[in-house]
């Protein structure tokens, strides 16, 4: 019996004798439907051709098998999970913290910072810390202090997720946008 991983997907793939359903549908490595048939019927005929059968959609009614060489099966599956693989992008988030008294020299340098991991793709988290009374100023002010360092990202943005108010402060995260 074949397993497959598909990252945390078991598939189990059974052949030949392994096939337990009382009725398959059977199609040959070319596309060729042969119709429903037994699993015996349909394993004399792959032994016939001098190929296996492999069940490739146990939980279709009835479950398909088809024939063709199990090596081949492999390794088609296996080039299969190779290209999901390499077209998964990992998007790393990272995080720019300021504070509401930040001065504007160190607001650029966060700026330039946030703009260059924009540029390798990176989703940017800007967190606006309150500590204290700040967490209870005015929200227009909040979102004035936050805009400020919005205003001096030179790469170009979107918004990925809105302002939000947490136990530390307000956070927004950008990503680069799509040109």
Known sequence: MLIIHYNTLIIR???NHQIRAPQIRVITDDGQNLGIMTPSDALKKAEEMGLDL???SPNAVPPIAKIMDYGKFQYTEKKKLKDSKSKIQNIEIKSVQVKI????HDLIMKAAKA????KEGHRVKILLFLSGRGKFLDKNFLNE????????ITEEYKIAETPQKGPKGITI???RAKK
């Open 13 to 15: 793939v059974r052949i």
């Open 54 to 56: 492999i069940e490739i």
């Open 101 to 104: 008294a930040t001065d504007e």
């Open 115 to 118: 703009s260059e991991w924009l």
């Open 145 to 152: 202090r936050l805009e400020r360092i919005l205003k001096l």
């Open 173 to 175: 995260t950008i990503e």
